[in-house]
């Protein structure tokens, strides 16, 4: 097991990637604190993961809500008496999320509430808990978007995961010296529910991305999970301050 007896923290964990996040890194030996907005799809993914043999605890959070964040970890702490793994899963992509001229003020404060407060906050109450062991990974999950532009934007988002690639690299270098890592993972196009429902209503833009990945197909979100517990486990001890992009080619396809 790469991951007995840490403790992670795994936020939008009630559905998606972070579902599957959950049941692997609890198959692995983690015990896992699962976080989401929804109260039945957390607790649902804790049952799968209990019923894997795993072990787990749900709560209800807003990532964006500073005292949910806080609340957050100290569950960690009060249940498992530690935190090693902080994987900031959770984000939004909303459909009225394009381009700066013609997406609503409301949507881009939307995504960045959730996809860099939420990061933010999440690292705010987690990191002092490492700092007290001199031990941690800080998983942030950025976007291959966030290395280069999108004929078909989506700007706030995009921005977002810029935002979410620059923290990473500035918590790299100043908690590494006491332990704690700090990595970022950066997806292509992954069949999760939340880009399969825009794509299913959106056949075009479902045919424009396939074409542009070399493999010619979209990722699966084991893929992404199998990353994370390399970050997670003690293997990636030297790997911090790295943007690691896993897109099946798409970010260095020219034509």
Excluded at 3 to 32: D, H, N, Q
Excluded at 163 to 180: C, K, N, W
């Amino acid at each position: 097991m790469r991951l007995k007896e840490k403790v992670s923290i795994i936020t939008g964990a009630g559905s998606g990637m972070g579902r599957v996040a959950a049941l692997r890194f609890a198959a692995e030996g983690s015990r896992v604190v699962v976080a989401d907005n929804q109260e039945a799809a957390a607790v649902e993914t804790v049952r799968q993961v209990r019923a894997a043999g795993g072990e787990a605890t749900p709560i209800t959070v807003d990532v964006s809500v500073e005292a949910d964040a806080k609340a957050m970890v100290e569950l960690a702490i009060q249940k498992y008496e530690r935190v090693d793994v902080l994987y900031n899963n959770a984000g939004i992509m909303p459909e009225a999320d394009h381009s700066v001229v013609d997406t609503p003020v409301e949507a881009w404060d939307q995504v960045m509430a959730i996809n860099v407060r939420g990061v933010y906050l999440a690292c705010k109450y987690a990191i002092p808990r490492m700092l007290e062991r001199r031990s941690g990974s800080i998983i942030n999950v950025s976007s291959f978007v966030a290395l280069l532009g999108c004929s078909v934007p989506q700007d706030a988002y995009t921005a977002s995961k810029g935002a979410v690639l620059a923290l990473t690299r500035s918590l790299a270098v100043q908690f590494a010296p006491q332990g704690v890592r700090t990595n970022a993972i950066l997806p292509g196009p992954v069949e999760t529910p939340l880009l399969m429902e825009w794509l299913l209503k959106d056949e075009e833009a479902k045919k424009l991305r396939l074409a542009r990945n070399p493999t010619g197909r979209f990722g699966k979100p084991e893929e992404v999970v199998a990353l994370a517990v390399y970050l997670a486990s003690d293997e990636s001890a030297w790997t911090n301050g790295a943007s690691l992009v896993i897109d099946g080619g798409i970010s260095v396809n020219y034509f």
